[in-house]
């Protein structure tokens, strides 16, 4: 019975206090100020025209009273290299992922999107790497490249990749880490949505679904920044995606499978495709490849155009044959089955405004109303460095904060 003595003495001693002490008492548990912390959002597929179709009112809130931007995506424009290069601030030559789909002779299994092999994510240093190293704690939402142990580390915390696992649920998990004491509250998160890419991909990115996905993106974004709200929390948002989206058509499909059969093996397929050669093919593999075709270019991968910064990683195929945007490049023989290429897609020429990405930034280290020009997605890693507090690494990367010099508050 002594916690009840003491619960009782606890009591009489509250109706004890003096009504000055009393009345002091909430103000006691007043609310917590709350440092900013930072939070990077992937759209996937998202196109800064996009913005424009009146259907993302609270995107463009955070625009209007922040910054805003097109982004020019790193090539090839896919989905794994741009989301490693925006984690790195590195060319996809640089950080490895170099495809969506990967092979290396002195490794296996290969790479694929939903692979657990930490091996192939080794090249480089990710930011919530380096952020967890520093002591920073992080949270991913399904951002690429969490799922593995990169580097022999996970964030602090992290969710495994599920299709299932939709745009809402993605967004309370951001919600919900924010609300943590701040003991133990993430100060930088990693939101990855794939909806509207999967849209674009189906039904091309003129296509009803595409704004339906649109709005639908948007309400979370906005029901985010009030929860934030509500909850106290300043917040630095950085909206990105990976790259744009054009529409693709059966009609505008090259058969290169039929040319390659015998010589050579694709290993990505779509925009563009890349081939290795079949043993001792090397030579006849590049005279059917090296000549003028229509609607496609093929190059060695040491002849690519400098301004792809592509090629000089060994993981990178021989041959890559590029597609003019809106026509695909068919390396693999189709399968019975097979889903037409219809819709849309993206991996073409990174300079091309139809693969440009979106990029919004706002919060307390960002001024309002700033409209910046272009700029690559190699310069965000170095902003997000200055937001969340990690030392500038510019000499050791391809980007550079300094293009956002006149964007930022301080
Ligand atoms: P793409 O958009 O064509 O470059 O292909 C990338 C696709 O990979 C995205 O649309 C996602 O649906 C999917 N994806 C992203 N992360 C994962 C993952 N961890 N496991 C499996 N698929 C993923
Ligand atoms: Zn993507
Ligand atoms: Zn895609």
């Known amino acids: 019975m002594r916690w009840f003595k003491t619960l009782i003495a606890a009591a009489c001693a509250a109706f004890a206090l003096p009504l000055a002490a009393q009345s002091a008492a909430p103000a006691a548990i007043q609310a917590e100020q709350r440092e900013p912390i930072t939070i990077l959002i992937s759209l996937d597929g998202f196109r800064p025209d996009y913005l424009a179709r009146g259907l993302t009112p609270n995107l463009e809130q955070l625009a209007a009273g922040g910054v805003k931007a097109a982004m020019i995506p790193s090539f090839p424009s896919l989905t794994f290299p741009n989301h490693h290069t925006i984690a790195t601030g590195l060319r996809p030559d640089r950080h490895g992922i170099i495809g969506n789909t990967m092979t290396d002779p002195s490794h296996s299994p290969d790479f694929w999107v939903g692979g657990t092999d930490a091996w192939w994510w080794n090249e480089a240093l990710p930011i919530w790497v380096a952020a967890e190293r520093a002591g920073i704690p992080t949270a991913t939402e399904i951002w690429p490249g969490t799922t593995v142990a990169t580097n022999g580390i996970f964030p602090t915390d992290w969710h495994q990749f599920g299709f299932t696992i939709g745009m809402r649920q993605r967004t309370d998990s951001i919600i919900d880490w924010a609300r943590r004491p701040a003991a133990n509250r993430p100060r930088f998160m990693m939101l990855y949505i794939e909806e509207l890419d999967h849209a674009g991909h189906e039904f091309g990115p003129d296509s009803p679904e595409v704004n339906e996905t649109l709005a639908a993106l948007d ?3 906005g029901r985010m920044r009030d929860e934030l709200a509500s909850m106290g929390q300043p917040a630095n948002l950085v909206v990105v995606s990976d790259h744009g989206m054009a ?33 001792g093919k090397d030579a006849a593999l590049a005279e059917v490849l090296l000549k003028p075709h229509d609607h496609m270019q093929c190059w060695r991968k040491s002849e690519l155009p400098a301004r792809f910064e592509y090629g000089k990683n060994a993981r ?10 809106g026509w695909a490049v068919r390396g693999k023989a189709p399968k019975p089955g097979d889903t037409p290429w219809n819709g849309g897609t993206h991996g073409w020429d990174n300079q091309d405004p139809l693969m440009r990405a979106v990029f919004i930034a706002n919060g307390p280290a960002f001024k309002s109303g700033v409209s910046l020009p272009a700029f690559d997605n190699v310069d965000v ?14 000499a050791e990367i391809d980007g550079s904060a300094s293009v956002f010099r006149d964007a930022l508050a301080r």
């Open 381 to 394: 890693e170095p902003l997000l460095r200055e937001l969340i507090g990690l030392p500038s690494h510019d």
């Open 316 to 325: 990178v195929p021989e041959f890559f044959c590029l597609g003019e945007t």
């Open 247 to 279: 529409a693709r058509s059966e009609d505008r499909v090259i058969a290169l499978y039929k040319e390659i059969d015998g010589l050579g093996v694709a290993v990505e397929q779509g925009a563009y495709s890349s081939i290795n050669p079949l043993e």
């Open 219 to 221: 309400l979370q974004i």
